[in-house]
């Protein structure tokens, strides 16, 4: 099953004003570049993007009564065509490189609730409110990629196990 990437979104601070862009590089150590929450924190961010389906918001929207552009979730990639895996450690690729690796739930928060009554409550059930993920490979993204569930991938603890008792644990995807 394969999806396509609608949107991306960033914002440089914490209440800053959003950016729609058309394509943006992504990195294990930045995220999306230019967006503040991707900056790696001295060990892997669980959250340097955040994903929301397109059905999800609509059905948010519908049920508050309200036609508010998926932007303002403040999410980074918006999804269509793909069910986001509702686990941690699912991993998802974009385009020909970017794999990231669902690491929570994106709770809504209170901002939504200042958006429209109602709209906290109405992201809340099934991830609604979408999934945060870390970058596992970086690349280049771009409105129209397709997005497909890669096979299961180790977890991060995986991985960090794994190449921290294997000499040949050179790989650039690896994250320690």
């Not at 049920?63 to 986001?84: F, K, Q, S, Y």
């Not at 990629?145 to 000499?167: C, G, M, N």
Request: charged share 25%; aromatic share 4%.
């Amino acid at each position: 099953m394969t999806g396509v990437l609608l949107g991306i979104a960033r914002h440089a601070r914490s209440r800053a004003p959003v950016e729609s862009v058309v394509r943006a590089e992504v990195s294990l150590a930045r995220g999306i570049h230019g967006d503040f929450r991707g900056a790696m924190r001295g060990k892997p961010y669980k959250r340097q993007v955040t994903l929301i389906e397109r059905g999800d918001w609509e059905a948010a929207m519908e049920l508050v009564g309200h036609a508010i552009d998926w932007t303002e979730r403040r999410a980074n990639l918006l999804v269509d065509d793909l069910d986001l895996p509702q686990r941690a450690g699912a991993v998802l690729r974009i385009g020909a490189d970017v794999l990231l690796e669902i690491t929570r739930e994106c709770d809504p928060c209170e901002r939504m609730e200042a958006l429209a009554p109602g709209l906290k409550q109405a992201m809340t059930p099934d991830w609604r409110g979408g999934a945060c993920a870390m970058v596992i490979q970086g690349g280049t993204i771009a409105v129209g990629d397709r997005i497909r569930i890669e096979d299961p991938w180790p977890s991060l603890f995986e991985r960090s196990t794994t190449s921290a008792t294997s000499p040949a644990s050179g790989s650039s995807s690896a994250r320690i």
